[in-house]
Nanobody, 126 residues
């Protein structure tokens, strides 16, 4: 079973930065085209897709929520992807999740992924 472990959340003041990590372990078949998506979930809300990165090409995609402030990257030899978050705002406060799956699938849909991390809390104070 593939396992995703996240780290890097915390409390930061508005305007600050955090870098989240998501490391995959287990039987990862790299003959497939894997993609990691980053989601967040604020209290009382649904999972919101914010960014994704393809393991093979490093190709990234961002929604308006993160565009210009969030940067996804990866280190394939470590099976790790990162989400660098800069210029954080109080409205970025949420539990952030990484999820992984083999393309093609609807990357905006949390339930369409095959594996999910445990989530890490990001709190941005004003």
């Amino acid at each position: 079973q593939v396992r995703l472990v996240e780290s890097g959340g915390g409390l930061v003041q508005a305007g600050g930065s955090l870098r989240l990590s998501c490391t995959a372990s287990g039987p990862i078949d790299k003959n497939y085209d894997w993609l990691t998506g980053w989601f967040r979930r604020a209290p009382g809300k649904e999972h919101e897709f914010v960014a994704s990165i393809k393991w093979s090409t490093g190709g990234t995609y961002y929604t308006d929520s993160g565009k210009g402030r969030f940067t996804a990257s990866r280190e394939n030899d470590k099976n790790t992807v990162y989400l660098q978050m800069d210029a954080l705002k109080p409205e970025d406060t949420a539990v952030y999740y990484c999820a992984a799956g083999r393309t093609p699938f609807n990357i905006h849909q949390y339930a369409e992924y095959e594996y999910w991390g445990q989530g890490t809390q990001v709190t941005v104070s004003s």
